[in-house]
């Protein structure tokens, strides 16, 4: 019998939980062939993986890649890591619909830049990925507020019936050309205003589509528990699937909360579909401007447009070289993105052990010094909190990266190797895997990742991208 692709010997890890199995697979055009004992297969490549893992390339349900897959196709952030499916259009803000002209208001100008193509319509976004596929498989969510940019004029008030009807038949075709879901960002300026009730009215329609609600919540601070209240009533209110980003508790002041927030999620999944997903850091990344700055014990400039020198600086030296307070700083700064140390190590673990999260980078790819998230996501989990915490086993942690993920989110035919299945693959040393990428140098890729493969085709071998560009659009 003859594959495109043979691997011999691997310990696999098949994404469902279960215990990993030493066993030949093979792969031929995009699918998953053969796995089991294959002496009588040969390869056109077979790799000798004893001591190795072989498991579902990672899923990552929640990053701001929608731009960057058409500018930077290659995605070594992702690939590097052992990704192969990314789903963009996060926290509300996603690249289309888009009607709106630039300048955009924050944070869609940081995911975005002003020379983005505009897509008016979802299709045509799929359209151009199709056309030219980036590295990975992408799917994307409906953002709530860029949905606002396009329909009003006042960001600061609630939409009225006319701006609600114009969003939820944008919704309704978004969703139609291919979204996979809704995502809102009531955390954000332009969703500020926006009340349960126009949120609960847009959930609507995306239960209408059978897709979930996907929230960035209100608040994740001070008032976290309240804006958890909020996204569990719209799930009810609406009767739809409700997933909460990038769950975290932040604010000195709210360190330890989670217990509570993970007991509330608890007690509402005996009677309504609720998710969540989690980075493995302490510190969060978003606009500079968004007031964390006044809960964090450090933080850091990531990008910023007038003084792009000061990347990667921390902003308590900046305002002290500048001789004015940290306001002031961050104003002369502005448009900005930071770094904020804000999160409790007890909350990031007691999150992350939670048998229902998955993990997630959060990643935004733009700018001159990212958040590590970006690079070291899925391998910082893997190394860190697997092999040297011992939070939970590692076939755990690749069922929260990929099966678990996939079917959360209606991604047929990935997150998990079985014959049939398209072969997303990961191959990586447990023993070494580990994220390169640190608050200072945030670029360096993984260690540990042998290869990634999207689609039966190789796009990261000997530290490096492969110059492959099999990604599909999923919906
Ligand atoms: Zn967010
Ligand atoms: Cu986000």
């Given amino acids: 019998m003859q594959a495109d692709i043979l691997f ?8 469902t939980g279960a215990t990993r199995q030493r066993l030949d697979v093979a792969v031929i055009e995009d699918r998953i062939a053969a796995m089991g004992d294959l002496p009588d297969w040969r390869g056109g490549v077979e790799h000798e993986c004893t ?24 995605m070594a952030c992702m690939t590097s890591q052992g ?37 008016v319509r979802f299709g045509d976004y799929r359209a151009r990925l199709n056309a ?23 960001l600061n008030r609630p939409a009225d019936a006319a701006e609600i009807a114009a969003m939820r038949t944008a919704l309704d075709a978004a969703l139609s050309e291919g979204g996979i879901g809704l995502s809102t960002g009531p955390f954000y300026p332009p969703a500020r205003a926006a009340p349960t009730s126009e949120l609960i009215e847009m959930a609507r329609v995306a239960q209408a589509h ?8 209100r608040d994740e601070g001070d008032r976290v528990r309240e804006s958890l209240e909020e996204t569990l009533e719209i799930g009810r209110a ?17 360190h330890g909360l989670s217990e509570i927030t993970l007991a509330m999620i608890d007690a509402a999944r005996q009677h309504q579909d609720v998710g969540l997903d989690t980075t493995p850091w302490i510190a969060s990344s978003t606009m500079l401007n968004s007031g964390r700055h006044r809960q964090a ?26 001789c004015v307070d940290i306001d002031k700083a961050m104003e002369r700064l502005l448009p900005a993105t930071g770094t904020f140390f804000i999160m409790d190590e007890g909350d990031v673990r007691r999150i992350l052990s939670y048998p229902h999260t998955m993990v997630c980078s959060d990643g935004i790819a733009r700018g001159k010094h990212p958040h590590p998230r970006v690079w070291g996501t899925f391998p910082r989990v893997l190394g860190h909190y697997v092999r040297d915490v011992g939070l939970f086993s590692l076939e755990e942690a690749v069922h929260r990266m990929t099966w678990m993920t996939a079917e959360r989110f209606g991604l047929k035919g990935r997150g998990r190797l079985a014959v049939g299945q398209f072969a997303d693959l990961v191959l990586f040393d447990a023993a070494s895997i580990a994220e390169g990428a640190t608050f200072e140098a945030p670029f360096t890729p993984a260690h540990g990742i042998i290869g990634t493969w999207v689609n039966g085709r190789a796009v990261w071998r000997d530290q490096a991208t492969t110059g492959a560009r099999p990604g599909r659009t999923l919906s």
């Fill in 8 to 15: 011999r010997n691997a310990e696999v890890i098949d994404g």
């Fill in 51 to 74: 001591g190795l893992v072989l498991a579902p390339g990672f899923i990552d349900p929640h990053v701001h890649h929608d731009e960057i897959v058409l500018t930077d196709p290659d």
């Fill in 297 to 322: 014990t450090r933080v850091l400039v990531a990008e910023s447009v007038p003084h792009p020198e000061m990347a990667g600086r921390d902003l308590a030296d900046i305002a002290a070289e500048w």
């Fill in 238 to 254: 609406a009767e739809c699937g409700v997933h909460v980003s990038h769950h975290k508790c932040a604010g000195l002041a709210n």
């Fill in 83 to 119: 990704v192969t499916t990314i789903i963009n259009g996060n926290c509300g803000f996603s690249i289309a619909p888009l009607t709106a002209v630039p300048p955009f208001p924050a944070p869609l100008d940081i995911i975005l830049s002003p020379d983005v193509p505009r897509f």
């Fill in 132 to 154: 030219e596929p980036p590295a990975v498989n992408t799917a994307c969510l409906i953002g709530h507020g860029t949905l606002r940019i396009n329909a009003m004029t006042d």
């Fill in 210 to 217: 059978g897709k979930l609600y996907v929230t960035h919540m």
